[in-house]
């Protein structure tokens, strides 16, 4: 049947309509879709990187707690002694830099010693800007972290202290402290990678000490002033560390093959009003 001239344009508006309505849905649900998808694999990558550096810290760390344990049982080892122990300890896979000991808080033995003669003799309570750690390690008996720090041989670490106490004659007394630099730079390059593979870029802050380099830990501080980033936080001793994620080439905005979409319904409403 032939169609009147006003009902052919009744039809053909209809069908446009209904071509750029369906249009746009079908768009819609691929790009939330396609967005979900990009949520989740962004939000895989930060809790893997996360769990992966959290475990990287807990370990090395351990290593620490680890000496300042031995001490607190033989506090008359001698140098020889602490030599060995601290082989055995980094013999183990970590990224210790050093391991050092400070009974009364004079720093006397440390591991390995070539390298690290002009450290030995320092008496943290004359170094005041790490003092107020000593003392957290030693109020809370936990460990303590500092850093990512610019290092004098190049790098960045984290400095891991824990204080030591020992038992006298059946009384508690504070031995000294034990400290480690852990070398951020090794964490960091694997963080890089892990990043890498999952396509996304990642930062890291310090929520609680903004005032060290502006709470930097790692990566680029602007992704933070992403509203749509990525969100977890990293368990520290004494500390809170943040970290979000964003996509390297950005959020999803669009919906793929957009333009193909968009070929695909003018074709299918040119065909149909051709058909009338």
Known sequence: ????????????????????????????????????????????????IR?????????????????????????DFTSEEFQKLAKVVTSKPNSLINIAAAPDFVLTYVYPEEGNEKIKGIDYRKLTAQWPKVELAIKTRDMVIAGPLNLIQGGRGIIGRDAVYIDVDGEEKLWGLVSSVINFDAIAVKLAKTAGDYGIKIAIHNIENVE????????????????????????????????????VNGWITKAPDYLKINLLFIAFTLVTIFLL
Do not use: C
């Not at 006003?6 to 209809?14: C, E, G, R």
């Not at 810290?57 to 607190?72: C, D, E, K, Q, T």
């Not at 709470?215 to 990525?230: Q, T």
């Open 51 to 75: 769990s992966d550096v959290e475990s990287d810290l807990a370990s090395n760390l351990l290593l620490i707690r680890s000496v300042a344990s031995y001490i607190s049982v033989h506090p």
């Open 212 to 247: 060290q380099n502006g709470g930097i830990v790692y990566g680029d501080m602007r992704l933070f002033e992403d509203r749509r980033a990525v969100k977890a936080e990293i368990a520290i001793p004494n500390g809170k560390w943040q970290m979000v994620a964003v996509p």
């Open 1 to 48: 049947m032939k169609l009147h001239k006003w009902q052919f344009a009744i039809y053909t508006v209809l069908i446009i309509i209904f071509s750029f309505v369906s249009n746009t849905l079908y768009k819609n649900y691929i790009l939330e879709k396609q967005k979900t998808i990009q949520l989740s694999h962004v939000q895989d990558g930060l809790a893997y």
